[in-house]
């Protein structure tokens, strides 16, 4: 593999939930090329599995797609949060229970291509009601369905949200 050098990067807008820097790269041909690049703290998605195999899911509200999009619990690191807290806390907040067993079952980057976002994957086994306040911005509708037919419904196209598919094909032999 051949490596693209640094040549020079820039912050161009700096949010709540991420940064966006502009970056000068000299490729391995010589050529120089600017990448925008996302940089983001990183996030978790949660498998709450219940006793009768049955997942919780969440229903929301997504603006960028101007759709609501059935997808697994998920959220965003806060600065210097452990992964594993970020994952009990979001769970609580989303769905309003807490687990007995969090398992960390892998990681992936969301969008590589443009985003440093490593999002981490989480079984929540054991669930208990310990309801948190949920964040201001969401409105969230909870949703029991069957651990197979979740697998069913992202092999038929059923949901679209990548994360949810990415977390279900890692989590499907604990099923």
Known sequence: MQKFDLLASETVYKGRAFTIRR???????????RFDI???????ILIPLDEAGNLIFVRQYRHAASVDL???PAGTLEAGEAPAD?????LREETGMNAREITALGSFY???????????VYLARGLFPD???ADADEFLQNEIIPAARALEMSLNG???DAKTLAAL???RSHF
């Open 23 to 33: 970056d000068l790269l000299r490729t391995p041909s010589g050529a120089e090329t």
């Open 38 to 44: 996302i940089e983001h703290h990183g996030s978790v």
């Open 70 to 72: 059935l997808e697994l």
């Open 86 to 90: 970020c994952a009990r806390r979001e």
């Open 110 to 120: 969301l969008a590589p291509g443009y985003s440093t976002e490593l999002m981490h």
């Open 131 to 133: 309801p948190l306040e």
């Open 158 to 160: 059923d949901l679209p």
């Open 169 to 171: 094909l890692l989590a």
